[in-house]
C-alpha cells in the first residue's frame, strides 16, 4: 500500500536535484500546471442559505402546494367508491356457509349471493376491484416463487422451471405450468354482478375483462408456450395443486384469454406491495345511452366462493370505483399536500419572525481575527 | 543505552557473521544475503493469490465475502449474489490495480539499484560487476562520488593514513563530510596486488539497524585487529575528496544498515479513520440489533400468521418450525441491511484522500522554484489529519533555517557597518578590486570596502583575524578557483566575508597558514590553535606572521571575550556591546573579535605549560582550558561580526500565523540553546512581549524539578488576570479532554510564556514521575524550544504528547536526526531538496520550505477535513436513508426480508446512483477560499476541536437518515395503497412501489446533496444532474423490453418505469416525500445559520475587506552569537592528519602522536552524553 521507502534515485547521489530522472533527460521543471482544475481554481458557484431564499422557498413551496392540495382533496372527493366485504365471518353474512365449508377436494363449487344498494350513480366507466387484507403477496419465499422464463412462453423451462418454484414446481414427473406458489394462489372467485331494476328483475352488468392488466405484461412479459393450440403446448405439465382446471382453460368464453396471457391471472401474478391490496378484476364500460353507468338503485353481487381466506384470518373485499385523472379516490394526498403546504407557509413566517427579531449577522459581521 | 544490545550480540558466539576476504566459497557456506535488493512484494505468478490473500486480511473484505456466501444460501438469500458480488469485485480490482502499479514501480526500482555497475577485485583484477551480483567477502574499489555499493569495512583508501571521507545524507541527513579510517594494519595494503591476497577474516555482529554502532574483529596473520564504526562505509554514502578506497563487503542487499533502517513504516491511522472504524462497529451492533427485532417479529409473524398461511406458502423445506424460519431470516437481514455500512464507504474514502493528496502534489503555491520541487503527499491516508493539527514540532536547521550563513554586518574599531540585506540596495562589487573574491558574497556597505582600501588598521586586522583564525580547509582546484570546505558554516561565511575584503585564505599546512592580503602573498606559522569547546565559547589561534612577530588572533562569544579584554577597551566596548546588542536584536548571530600581542618570552613559558598540558594523562581537558585560560587574557577588541542564520523563506510569516490558528509550535533542535533561542526570536516564535521566558537546564533530577517548578508557579499566579482567555481555553478543553486537573488551569494561561528547554534537563523531565509536571508547564507556554535534544528525545517529546494532550500532531524536520519524531508524529513532514533524502523517505507529506507548512495546514488539511467530514456525514445518511426503508417493510411483509426495491437498484445505489456527486463533494469542496482561510486561521480551529465529525454528528446524519427513510417508506405506503392509474390499475404493486420509493430515495439524497454542496463547480453539476440523469437511464433501460427477452428471470421488472414514472400520483408522491424530507433540514440549517452562524459562515457570507498582515513586533534587546561547530578540529589541523600528503610536501611530522588525534576525535564526536550531535 504504501510506496517503498527506498529506490534507485536515493542512491545515486545527485538526490533531488534538478535534473530529472528517467524522463527524456532534460532538466524540465516539475512545476505543476497552472490550471483551475489543479490548482483548486474551478469557478464556482457557491450558494448561501440566506434569508433572501430560504424564506421565499417556504413560501413557493406553500403557495405551491396548498393548492395542489386542495385541487387533489376535491377530485378525490367527487371519485365515487363503493365497497363491501364478503368474507363471510359473521354468521349472518351471506357467505357464512361457503367460507366455513370450504374443502379443497370439493368438486361443486359453492355460491353466494351479496346484496348492496348504491347511494349515488356511478358515472363514467366503474372499476370492479376484489381486495384482500392480511394477504401476504408481497412475502420474500412468495415473491420469488415463479418462474418468468416459463410464463414468458420458454419451452425448456416450462418443462423444467426455476428451482424457485419449490414446492409447487412438479408433481411426479409432471411439471407444474405456472409454477409456483403465486400461480398456486390464484385467487378463483368469480363474481357477477346484476342491477335490480325497480321491477325486480335482475339486470346482469356486463364486466369486462379485457384491459385490467398491464401493456407489457399482457404483450411481453406473460406468453404461452408455442405449440398448434394451447393443449398441445402446455402437453406434459399439471396444472397447479390449488386450480380447477388447467391455465389453458381459464377463459372458456375467450380463446384469446387463456393460458398465461390471461388476464385475471396476470394480474395476480403482478404481486401487491402491501398485505392489504386490491386488484383489478372487471372494467364497467361506459354506456353509449346517456343513463350512468352504474345507476343508484339495489344491486346483486353473485359470487362464486372458491377461495379460502378465513384460514388466515384474511378477508376478501369486492370494490366499485370511478376514476379520475389521478385515478381512484385518494384522500390522503390532498390532505398531505395541504398539510405540508401549510406547514411549510407556517415555517417561513416564523422563520420570518425569528430572522427579524434575532438576525445576529448584522452584529456578528465582522471577522475576528 | 545504545550500545548494550549491540554489545550483548557481540558476545554471543552463535549469531556473529564470519566474513574471509576473497573468499566466496568460504563465505558461502553461510548463506548471507545477496547485494541484490527487493523492495516488490510480487511477481507475475503470486500476484493474484498474494494480493487477494492480503486484500482479505482487510476485514472489511472479509466481512462481505462472508455475506457473499451467505447469499448462496437459498433459504437466507435476500439479494441476489450480484448485488453483493459487484461492488466487492470493483473493489478488490480496483485495489489490485494499485498494488500492481506500486509493485511494478517497485520492480524498476529495484532493477535500477540493482544493475548499477561497480568494480570488485576478483582474482586480481578489477572487474566491472553489477550490484546484485556483488558477495559478502568481495573487495570493492569505490572511486570520489560514488555511492557506496554495501556496508564494506575500510581495507585501504588513496589518502594518508587510510582515512577516506564520506557523506552521509542519505544515511542520516547530514551533509558535512566524515572521516573514515581504515584498519590501522592493512593499511599497508595499498594496491590491488596486495588486497587479491588479502585473506583476513571478520567476526562481526550481525546485520542490524543501528547507523553508529559496529563491533566486530579482524583476524590476519595470527593478529586481531578491533573493528569499529569508524572503519565501516555504509551503503548509501558518497564518497568525498578521496580519489579511490577498498573495502570489504560485510553487510550486503538486505542486510546493510540502511535497508534495515527502511523497514516498514508504521501505518498512521487518521483520528476520523478511528471515529469511523468504531462508528462502523457501532453500525454493526446496530445492525444485529434490528436484525435481531426482525428475526424475532419473524417468529412471532410465522407461529402467528405464517404458519396458517401455509396452504399459500408452505415454509421451505428445512425449515419445521418458526423459529428456525426466524434464525434463517436474521440472516437474511444482516444481508439485505449490510448496505448500511457500503464497502463503497472505504474505496470512496481512499478516492476523496487520493484526491487531496495530488491537489497537495498539484499545488503550485506549494511548489519551490529554486529547487524545482513540488509539494508531495507521501501518503494518502492522513489528509483529513492535517486539519486537527495543535501541535507542530519543528526542526530548526534546514527546516527554519536554510542552514546558509551569511556575514550581514559588522563593527571595526567601533564603527557599524552593513546596512542588512535589502534588495534595492546594491550589493558591493569585489571585483575590480580582489580577483579572488566569491562572486556569491553579498554585502551592502561600500564605507567598509572604502575603509579596508584606504588601508585602515583596524579594518585590516580585522578580516586578518577571520582570515587566520579558524579551522576551515581550503582546496584550490585551479588559480583562484578556491572552495572552503568548513566544518560549521558560520567560520565559512566568515572567511569568505575575509576573502572578499582582500584577505584570502589560500591554504595551511599543520604549522603555516597562506593567506593572499591585498594582492599580497603572506605566509603565516601557526604555533597553536587554542580550540573551541561549548565551555570556552571561542577560539583563538596564535600565529607568527613573516615579521616575526607574534599575536594571538580571539574570536568568541561576546559575553565570555568582552570581560578578558584589557581594561584599556573600555569605551570601545561599550560601542561595541551597543552594536553587538542590535545585532542580536535583529537576530544575528553575534561574535567578538580581539587580538593580543604575545611576547617571544611570553610564547615561549606558554607553549611549554601547553605541552605539558597535552602530554598529561589526566584531566587533560581540564589543564589544557587552563593553559588556553591564561593566555587569552589583556586582549585588545577589534570589532564584532554579525551573521545571518537565514531563516527559510516567510518562516515567522507563517509560525505567526500557525500561532493564531491556535497551533503551538515547539521546535526541537540538537542545537545548542544560544542558537536556538536565538532563532526562537527571530522567527518571532519568542517575542519580547512575552511575560518571561523559562531556561530550565538544571543536569539533576532536583534542580530541573525546581525549575519546572519555578516556571509554572508565575503561571498560576497569573491565571486571575486571564479571565478573558479562559473561555478559549475552555473550549480547548473540550475538544481535547484532558486527564489531567493542572493542565486544565496551564491551558487557561497559555500565550503568555516561553520555554526553553536542554537536552539534558529534558531527559530528566521525560521521566515517568516529572512527565506531567512538565506536560503542564510546557503547554502553558507559548513557545516551547529544548535544544540540543537527541532523535529519541525527540521522538520521546512527541509521543508526551501524543500521550498527554490526545491531541494532533505533527513533525516537521529536514535531517535523519528527525526521522523518530517524523515517524512518531501523528503526521510526518519532511522538508525535501536541501539535506538528505531520509527525513523525506520517513515522511507523510514532503515540501521544500517550512513556509508551505501554512498552506499545507490552513488550506489543505482544512478544506481536506471539512470535505472529509461532510463526505461521511452524507455518505452516513445517505445509506440510512437507503436502507432504513427495508426494516420498515418488514412490518409489512411477514419479516421475510423482502427488499424494497429492485436488486438492480441495491446493487448500483451505491457505486452509481450517489456515488459521483458526494465524491464530488469531497473533493472539490470549499467553503471558503483558500487566501480566505490563510487571513482567518481562526477557521481552523473546528478542526481542531473535531467539530465536524464527531459522535454527535453522526447522531444528528443517522437521525435524519432514519427520518427520510420513514418519509420515504410511509408516504408511498400511505398514497399508493389506495391509488390506482388513471387506467383504473391500482398502483400498490410491489414494482410500482419499488420504483417509486427507489426513485424518491434518488431525488430525496439528491436534492441533499445539492443541499450540503457548497462549491458547485462544473464537476459538480455534472455529477449532481449526471446521477439523476442516470438514474432514469439505467432504470429505464434495466425495464426495458429488450433486456427482459434476453434475461427474463434477471429483468423481470419490464415496463415498470414507463407505466410507474407516467402516473402524475407518483410524482405527486415523489415531490410530497421531497417536502417532507427536506423542509425540515432547510429549516433547521437555516436557523442554525441565521442565529448561530459559525465563523466559516460569516467569512463566506461576506467575502470581502482583506485582512492586514499581522505579524509580531520587533523584538528588544539579545545577544546571541554563531559558533555552532564542533571542538577537535583544531587539533585536526595541528595534527595535520587531514591534509593531503600532496598538498602538503612533508611527510615527517605525521608519526608523532599517530592515531592519538583520531581516538580524540572520536571520543569527542561521539561525547557520552549527548549521542545525538553526530551519528556516525
Known sequence: MMASSYNAKDEDGHHSGSVSHGGAGTAKSKKPDNTAFKQQRLPAWQPILTAGTVLPAFFVIGLIFIPIGIGLYVTSNNIKEFEIDYTGVNVDSPCYTCANNFSWNSTTSCSCTVNFTLEQPFENNVYMYYGLSNFYQNHRRYVKSRDDRQLNGDATALKDPSNDCEPYRKIGVETIAPCGAIANSLFNDSLELYYVEPSGALNAVPLAKKGIAWWTDRNVKFRNPAGVDLPTAFKGTAKPVNWRKPVYELDPSDPDNNGFINEDFIVWMRTAALPTFRKLYRIIHKNQSSTSTLPSGRYVLNITYNYPVLSFDGRKRMILSTISWMGGKNPFLGIAYITVGSICFFLGVVLLIIHHKYDTRSNSADIPN | ?1176
Open chain 2, 1 to 1176: 543505552m545504545l550500545s548494550r544490545p549491540s554489545l550483548l550480540l557481540c558476545e554471543k558466539k552463535k549469531e556473529e557473521r564470519k566474513v574471509k576476504a576473497n573468499d566466496r566459497e568460504y563465505n558461502e557456506k553461510f548463506q548471507y544475503a545477496s547485494n541484490c535488493i527487493m523492495t516488490s512484494k510480487y511477481n507475475m505468478l503470486t500476484f493474484l493469490p498474494v494480493n487477494l490473500f492480503e486484500q482479505f486480511q482487510e476485514v472489511a473484505n472479509t466481512y462481505f465475502l462472508f455475506l457473499l456466501i451467505l447469499q448462496l444460501i437459498p433459504q437466507i438469500s435476500s439479494l441476489s449474489w450480484f448485488t453483493t458480488i459487484v461492488p466487492l469485485a470493483l473493489v478488490l480490482s480496483i485495489t489490485a490495480v494499485k498494488d500492481a502499479t506500486d509493485d511494478y514501480f517497485r520492480h524498476r526500482s529495484d532493477n535500477q539499484v540493482n544493475n548499477h555497475q561497480s568494480q570488485v577485485l576478483i582474482r586480481g583484477s578489477l572487474q566491472k560487476e553489477r550490484w546484485m551480483n556483488v558477495r559478502v567477502g568481495d573487495i570493492i574499489k569505490l572511486e570520489n562520488n560514488q555511492s557506496v555499493v554495501a556496508d564494506l569495512l575500510l581495507l585501504s583508501s588513496s589518502e594518508p593514513h587510510g582515512l577516506c571521507y564520506i557523506e552521509t545524507a542519505e544515511l542520516d541527513g547530514e551533509t558535512n563530510v566524515k572521516v573514515r579510517q581504515s584498519v590501522s594494519v592493512p593499511a599497508e595494503l595499498g594496491d590491488p596486488n596486495n588486497l587479491a591476497t588479502f585473506n583476513g577474516e571478520v567476526v562481526c555482529e550481525p546485520p542490524n539497524n543501528k547507523l553508529d554502532r559496529f563491533c566486530g574483529t579482524l583476524y590476519w596473520r595470527d593478529k586481531k585487529y578491533p573493528l569499529t564504526n569508524q572503519n565501516m562505509l555504509l551503503r548509501g554514502c558518497v564518497l568525498r575528496n578521496t580519489e579511490a578506497c577498498y573495502g570489504l563487503v560485510i553487510f550486503a542487499g538486505p542486510d546493510t544498515k540502511l535497508m534495515q533502517n527502511s523497514g516498514r513504516t508504521k501505518f498512521k491511522r487518521t483520528s476520523i479513520d478511528r471515529l469511523m472504524n468504531t462508528l462502523v462497529l457501532w453500525i454493526f451492533g446496530f445492525l444485529v440489533c434490528m436484525g435481531v427485532i426482525l428475526a424475532v417479529g419473524n417468529a412471532v409473524w410465522e407461529k402467528e400468521v405464517g404458519s396458517l398461511f401455509q396452504s399459500y406458502l408452505p415454509w421451505d423445506p428445512p425449515v419445521d418450525n418458526f423459529l428456525f424460519s426466524a434464525f434463517l431470516s436474521f440472516w437474511s437481514y444482516v444481508i439485505i441491511l449490510n448496505t448500511v455500512v457500503p464497502i463503497s464507504l472505504y474505496v470512496s474514502v481512499e478516492v476523496i484522500r487520493l484526491g487531496h493528496s495530488y491537489f497537495i502534489n498539484w499545488d503550485r503555491q506549494m511548489f519551490c522554484s529554486q529547487c524545482n520541487t513540488a509539494a508531495e503527499a507521501r501518503t494518502t491516508t492522513l489528509n483529513e489529519e492535517l486539519g486537527q493539527v495543535e501541535y507542530v514540532f519543528s526542526d530548526k536547521t534546514g527546516t527554519l533555517t536554510q542552514n546558509i550563513m551569511s556575514f550581514n554586518k559588522c563593527s571595526i574599531n567601533g564603527q557599524a557597518y552593513g546596512k542588512g540585506t535589502s534588495r534595492e540596495k546594491n550589493t558591493l562589487d569585489f571585483t575590480p578590486f580582489n580577483p579572488l573574491a566569491n562572486p556569491d558574497f553579498c554585502f551592502y556597505d561600500e564605507k567598509l570596502l572604502e575603509s579596508v582600501k584606504v588601508g585602515d588598521w583596524h579594518s585590516h586586522e580585522y578580516f586578518r583575524l577571520l582570515s587566520l583564525c579558524h579551522t576551515v580547509m581550503s582546496e584550490e582546484k585551479s588559480e583562484g578557483e578556491l572552495v572552503y570546505k568548513a566544518q560549521s558554516p558560520d567560520e565559512g561565511a566568515l572567511v569568505k566575508a575575509a576573502r572578499n575584503f582582500g584577505f584570502v585564505f589560500r591554504s595551511r599546512t599543520p604549522g603555516t597558514i597562506t593567506t593572499t592580503e591585498l594582492g599580497r602573498t603572506v605566509t603565516y606559522s601557526l604555533l597553536a590553535i587554542l580550540d573551541f569547546n561549548n565551555i570556552r565559547k571561542r577560539m583563538s589561534v596564535i600565529v607568527r606572521n613573516p615579521a616575526g612577530r607574534i599575536r594571538l588572533y580571539c574570536k568568541g562569544a561576546d559575553t565570555v571575550l568582552l570581560e578578558r579584554l584589557h581594561p584599556c577597551n573600555q569605551e570601545l566596548m561599550t560601542i561595541t556591546s551597543d552594536h553587538l546588542n542590535e545585532y542580536a536584536a535583529d537576530g544575528l548571530r553575534t561574535l567578538a573579535l580581539a587580538y593580543r600581542d604575545v611576547s617571544e618570552e611570553e610564547w615561549e613559558v606558554w607553549s611549554e605549560s601547553h605541552r605539558s598540558a597535552d602530554k598529561a594523562v589526566d584531566c587533560r581537558e581540564d589543564r589544557l582550558a587552563a593553559a588556553y585560560d591564561k593566555i587569552e587574557q589583556d586582549m585588545m577588541l577589534l570589532g564584532a561580526t554579525a551573521i545571518e542564520d537565514k531563516l527559510q523563506e516567510g518562516v515567522s510569516e507563517t509560525i505567526a500565523l500557525l500561532s493564531l490558528a491556535n497551533i503551538k509550535v515547539w521546535v526541537l533542535t540538537g542545537d545548542k540553546q544560544e542558537t536556538a533561542v536565538n532563532i526562537g526570536y527571530s522567527c518571532k516564535m519568542l517575542t519580547d512581549d512575552m511575560m518571561e521566558v523559562f531556561t530550565i537546564s538544571g543536569r539533576t533530577v532536583q534542580s530541573v524539578r525546581q525549575e519546572l517548578g519555578s516556571a509554572s508557579f508565575p503561571g498560576n499566579g497569573f491565571r486571575e488576570g486571564q479571565e478573558g482567555d479562559g473561555v478559549a481555553g475552555d473550549d480547548q478543553l473540550q475538544g481535547s479532554p484532558c486527564p489531567l486537573p493542572p493542565t486544565y488551569l496551564m491551558d487557561n494561561i497559555s500565550g503568555e510564556f516561553g520555554l526553553i528547554i536542554n537536552g539534558h534537563s529534558l531527559a530528566h523531565a521525560l521521566e515517568a514521575d516529572m512527565e506531567v509536571e512538565f506536560v503542564s508547564t510546557a503547554c502553558a507556554c507559548k513557545a516551547v524550544i529544548c535544544c540540543r535534544v537527541t532523535p529519541l528525545q525527540k521522538a520521546q517529546v512527541v509521543e508526551l504528547i501524543k500521550k498527554h494532550k490526545k491531541a494532533v500532531t505533527l513533525a516537521i524536520g529536514d535531517g535523519a536526526n528527525d526521522v523518530s519524531m517524523i515517524k512518531s508524529a501523528h503526521i510526518g513532514v519532511g522538508i525535501s531538496g536541501q539535506e538528505g533524502i531520509q527525513a523525506v523517505l520517513a515522511s507523510d507529506y514532503s515540501f521544500a520550505q517550512f513556509r508551505f507548512l501554512q498552506r499545507l495546514l490552513l488550506v489543505h488539511g482544512r478544506w481536506s477535513y471539512l470535505r472529509m467530514c461532510r463526505f461521511l456525514c452524507y455518505f452516513f445518511y445517505k445509506n440510512f436513508a437507503f436502507t432504513m426503508v427495508h426494516f420498515w417493510f418488514g412490518f409489512f411483509c411477514g419479516f421475510s426480508a423482502q427488499t424494497v426495491y429492485d436488486q438492480f437498484f441495491i446493487t448500483l445505489y451505491n457505486i452509481v446512483y450517489t456515488s459521483l456527486p458526494v465524491l464530488a463533494m469531497g473533493i472539490f469542496d470549499q467553503d471558503v477560499p483558500d487566501h480566505r482561510s490563510l487571513e482567518c486561521p481562526k477557521l481552523y480551529e473546528p478542526g481542531q476541536l473535531n467539530l465536524l465529525f464527531n459522535k454527535k454528528e453522526f447522531f444528528i446524519c443517522i437521525a435524519q437518515g432514519i427520518y427520510t427513510s420513514v418519509v420515504l417508506f410511509f408516504m408511498p405506503y400511505a398514497v399508493l395503497s389506495n391509488a390506482t392509474q388513471s387506467t383504473g390499475v391500482p398502483l400498490a404493486d410491489y414494482q410500482t412501489f419499488a420504483a417509486t420509493t427507489a426513485t424518491a430515495l434518488v431525488i430525496v439524497v439528491s436534492v441533499q446533496i445539492a443541499l450540503d454542496t457548497g462549491f458547485w463547480t462544473v464537476i459538480n453539476h455534472v455529477f449532481v444532474w449526471g446521477s439523476l440523469g442516470l438514474y432514469f437511464t439505467i432504470m429505464l433501460a434495466l425495464h426495458s423490453q429488450t433486456l427482459f427477452r434476453i434475461f427474463p428471470k434477471q429483468f423481470h421488472f419490464v415496463g415498470c418505469a414507463q407505466s410507474t414514472l407516467l402516473q402524475p400520483v407518483v410524482w405527486l408522491t415523489i415531490a410530497l416525500a421531497t417536502a417532507i424530507c427536506i423542509v425540515p433540514v432547510l429549516a433547521f440549517r437555516f436557523l442554525k445559520l441565521d442565529l448561530k452562524p459559525q465563523l466559516s459562515d460569516t467569512v463566506r457570507t461576506h467575502l470581502r475587506k482583506p485582512a492586514e498582515s499581522r505579524l509580531g513586533a520587533r523584538g528588544g534587546s539579545r545577544s546571541g552569537y554563531a559558533f555552532a561547530h564542533q571542538e577537535g578540529f583544531g587539533e585536526l589541523i595541528t595534527s595535520g592528519k587531514n591534509m593531503r600528503l600532496s598538498s602538503l610536501g612533508l611527510a615527517s611530522f605525521a608519526s608523532r602522536h599517530s592515531s592519538s588525534w583520531i581516538e580524540t576525535l572520536r571520543r569527542k564526536n561521539t561525547p557520552p552524553k549527548e549521542p545525538c550531535s553526530s551519528f556516525l
